[in-house]
Structure formats: C-alpha cells, structure tokens
C-alpha cells in the first residue's frame, strides 16, 4: 500500500525532467498519494546542513503547476552525489569516497517514504538499481540528452538538444558561405555520438565525426579541398565530444576523480586546427556544450516526459519495483533496471541513419 513517494533527479538536467515531475505529482496525488521532493540528487538526505528549508520538500498540485515546459528541474541535481560512492572532505582535505546508501534507507523508514521514483541517466539508474537491491522500492525514469542509455528507444531531453544543434547548423551554413570558411561544431554527448549524428544529418552538415568512428583528419581535409574544388568554398564539419582519431585518443579536459566522471571537450578546437594547416582555409570552432541542455523541451520530449512520469507512478501502483520505464516504439514499457545499469547504447555501425548520411554523401572521417 503506498500513501508517499519520494521524487530524485539526478546528473546533468536535461529538458524535461520539470514534465516528469509534474507527471508524478499529478499521477500520483490523484491516487490519493503524497509526494515529497528531494533537493538535489541525495544531496537532502546526505548532506542536510545545506538545506535550511529542508532537503525533503513536499511537492504539491500547486508546486507543478505550469513547470512542464520549462528546462531544468526544479529539485535541483548533482553529478557529485553518488551515496554509493559519496565523496567526504577528511581533516587534511584529501576526499574519500564512502557508501551512505544505507543513511539513505534508514531516511525513507524514518519519514515514512514507501518509494522512490529516480529520474537520471546510467549513473542515477545504477544508483536506483543499487537501492532496490539493499530493500528500497524503486522505479527509475531514463533521461539524458547523450540518447546513450540502453533498453529504450529514446531518452527525453535528447530531441530538444538536436533540435537546438541542428538551428546552430542552420546558422552556420550561411556565415561559413559567406566567409569561405570551415567552420567546426562540437557538441556534447559524452562517449556516444547520437546528438552529432541526428543533428550533422538533419542540418546537411558535410562531415559528422563521432565516437563510434575513429577519424582520420586527412580523409576531412581531403573533403574540404573537394568541395572548394567544386566551387563550394566553405565546409561545415560536426564533431562530436568523445570523437576520437584513429591515432590518438578522446580530448578530455578534466579527468575522472572524487566520484565525478572525466570532463570531455577540445576536440572541435583540435579539428579546426588541423583543418586550417592542412587546408590553408580558415577554420573556427564552435562549442554547444551546456546550451544543449538547456531550453524548453521540444513537444515529444515533454509528450515522453509525462507519459515516463505517469508511468513510473502506474508502475509503482502496480507493485513494480526495480524497473525502469522505457520506451518500446509506440508504446511505454518496463524494464528490470539490472538490464540497464552499467549498459551504454552507442550508435551501431550497422544504423540505417549512420548509412544514410553515407548515401547522401556525408564524410564520417573513415
Ligand atoms: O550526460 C550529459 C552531459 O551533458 C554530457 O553530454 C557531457 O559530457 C556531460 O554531461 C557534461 O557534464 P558536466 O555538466 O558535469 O560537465
């Protein structure tokens, strides 16, 4: 018998999660349920000090009243608060990084919580998969704009970014025509090259370089010269974060540590470069980066947004726990979240959409 939930989103935002929360609390105190926020991933459990107003706040009808559209959520969210891994600033200022998923249990008993519905990408749903198997009744939502999540069809917040990337293609044609320039996009998407892919295509970019596909530079540069020997004197070349060479590896300007993955970027500035020494044309870089998160989401991120909110509310009024709704074309489904934990979904080599930027005419960098 469930009479209160509690809702989490964690990791990057992503546009959208404001749709599922609002799902939830509707879905939910509709059945006569409560429905209690918690700031910032397990931050207002973990570290309470923070949150003078509380870290469990109650969300009402009235707390998600006209949230739908906007980006962001209004919980807050962290990539720093794994209570599997939560980092401790220790007297001599080293971190340690310790297992406080158990404070996290203990919280639920004391304020009478019966569930908890995580919102977040592979790393909230390893984190829900985790707490499911200590004893917490757990339903995870997927969500990220990388699309890189395995066992769904899509993420929410993944076609707002596309959306947005491929308006900055647009854009970019008609400046690097008129400079005869080259100009170089890099975009967000961490080890997967969904978001450079869909939007490269849909903006009739010239050449997409994505991590599935180690790139050799030459093979680009010969693109360019081609064009501009066809009298077209301007190239537009997406790339995408973790694009790699096939000499050389992943540009990354932080790494990994104190519980937070490795921070990618540079790689547009890298192709540029080279770019511009071999072709003797101008070329400039453009970094997305964060704006791709940011905005309103598109109408079928908020569509799958509620529909993953009410689900995971349905599913949990079902007496479903350790499932992670996902979306099976057209339909909503669930999924064991042991399924899902730990699995990343890169673009297959095999993709109609990767073959058919090859049929149009799209360098890959191969
Ligand atoms: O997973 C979403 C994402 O935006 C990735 O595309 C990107 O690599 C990463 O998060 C950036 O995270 P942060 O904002 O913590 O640097």
Sequence with gaps: MIRRIAISTGGGDAP??????????????NR??????????????LCPERYPEGGLIPITRDK???????????????????????????ADGSVVLRDRSGEVLVYFQKENLDALISVGGDGSLAIAHALHKKGLRVVGVPKTIDNDLDKTFTTFGFDTAVSFATDCIDRLHTTAESHHRVLVMEVMGRYAGWIGLHSGIAGAAHCILIPEIPFDIDKVADMVRRRDQQGRMYSIVVVAEGAAPAEGGRQVIEPAGHGRLERLGGVGDAVARALQERTGKEARVVVLGHLLRGGSPTSFDRLAALRFGAAAVRALDEGLSGVMVSLS??????????????????????????????????CLGD
């Design 329 to 362: 074309h057209p339909n909503v489904v669930y999924v064991a979240l042991e399924e899902v934990a730990g699995r990343m979904k890169s673009v297959p080599l095999d993709s109609d959409t990767l073959q058919t930027a090859r049929d149009i005419g799209i």
């Design 32 to 45: 006569g349920w409560e429905c209690f926020g918690i700031r910032d991933g397990f931050n207002g459990i």
């Design 16 to 29: 959208g999660l404001n749709a599922v929360i609002r799902a939830v609390v509707l879905s939910a105190t």
């Design 64 to 90: 998600v009243r006209g949230i739908g559209h906007l980006g962001g959520t209004i919980l807050g969210t962290t990539n720093k608060g794994d209570p599997l891994q939560f980092p401790t600033i220790q």
